[in-house]
């Protein structure tokens, strides 16, 4: 009498005694995995776009937390904290983009003098003398580059794809807004109904788990639109002190950089020194040596007392989390990698290493 052990051989023997029936479940299986992969990939933008708005309102939720600390409802610490923002947005919008446009127009008519004004400057002899007439030619290239409209719509792929491409920025900004808040609104049911699809002894630690996750993300994401502005402020006061070109489109650029972990600041610095040493060599060198003064203060005075104790990730941890999340995600995946490794360790802290210890 065959006994219950020889079931799956005798399974497997019928399945290869019917070539044609396992031949079409395994082609079948294949067409299923290969649909379900196209369905996500086409569904990564909005995977991006629900990533980012959950990350805005963990952003957000630490001062909506500090308004419910001083007696105001959450509702109407929502309500106060999406109408500042909206005010600032409108301000930054009204103020700050007729300036960076005018300057961004600006800068793309005066590349011919200050190309013509740095090939007067000592820098360039040296750099002719040491090179040759590679210097002229490499020089002309750019700026024909740079000065041809032309190359700067098939870099977006072309005029229309341009318009697309600014039509898709906004259109997503708004959803990542309306959806940030719907998050932000509903943070505390989704917290409860996440702990009630676990066991019951598990939600305790489970509960502790997530309110320092997110306590932690949110503060990081609020340091880094901190320190991202005091890069934007220190970069617009130089520019502006030094008398160099497009302070108000340096600093816009300088935000929107040094958001980026790691990179981002050191990005800014040679970029700005580069367009600085288009206009005054002195003043670029001048410029380069403060900023990395201040790349100084930021790290070791600035950084430790805007993050305070959000996050608290090894330095090796920081960079290898950085790579692989830039490697994978790009832009979101380099803006997350240092939250999500820093919620790893507070996971393995909590719960793999007291197995370990209880285990005999």
């Given at each position: ?343 790893i360790l507070l996971i393995i802290k909590k719960v793999f290493i007291p197995k370990q210890d209880a285990a005999t």
């Open positions: 009498m065959a006994t219950n052990s020889d079931e799956p051989g005798r399974r497997v023997w019928t399945t290869l005694n019917r070539p044609f029936a396992a031949g079409f479940f395994l082609v079948l299986g294949g067409l299923v995995a290969v649909l379900l992969g196209m369905a996500v990939s086409s569904l990564v933008t909005v995977w991006i776009y629900v990533a980012f708005a959950l990350f805005v309102a963990l952003g957000l939720n630490p001062v909506v937390q500090r308004l419910q600390r001083r007696g105001v409802g959450r509702a109407w610490s929502i309500v106060i904290v999406y109408f500042t923002l909206a005010i600032l947005l409108v301000a930054v919008l009204w103020l700050i983009v007729p300036t960076v446009v005018q300057q961004i127009a600006q800068f793309i008519t005066d590349i011919p003098r200050l190309i013509s004004a740095f090939q007067q400057t000592d820098a360039y002899a040296w750099a002719r003398n040491q090179f040759g007439d590679q210097v002229p030619a490499i020089i002309a290239e750019v700026q024909k580059f740079l000065t041809d409209p032309g190359h700067i719509a098939a870099i977006g792929g072309g005029v229309l794809q341009i318009g697309v491409s600014i039509g898709t920025a906004i259109s997503g900004t708004i959803i990542i807004i309306v959806l940030s808040l719907y998050f932000l609104a509903s943070l505390t049911e989704i917290k409860q109904a996440f702990y009630r699809l676990l066991p019951a002894r598990s939600r305790a630690l489970a509960a502790d788990l997530t309110e320092q996750i997110t306590d932690s993300v949110g503060g990081y994401l609020g340091g880094m639109v901190v320190l991202a502005f005091f890069n934007a402020l220190v970069s617009f006061i130089l520019y502006s002190i030094l008398g160099l070109p497009f302070p108000a489109l340096m600093a816009v650029v300088a935000f929107c950089l040094t958001i980026i972990p790691l990179v981002g600041t050191v990005l800014f610095w040679a970029i700005a020194s580069v367009v600085a040493l288009f206009a005054s060599p002195l003043s670029a060198l001048i410029f380069a040596a403060a900023y990395l003064v201040y790349m100084q203060l930021e790290a070791y005075v600035l950084t430790p007392k805007v993050m305070n104790k959000a996050i608290a990730v090894p330095g090796a941890l920081v960079v290898i989390g950085a790579l692989v999340g830039g490697t994978l995600m790009g832009l979101l995946g380099a803006l997350v990698a240092i939250p999500v490794t820093a919620s």
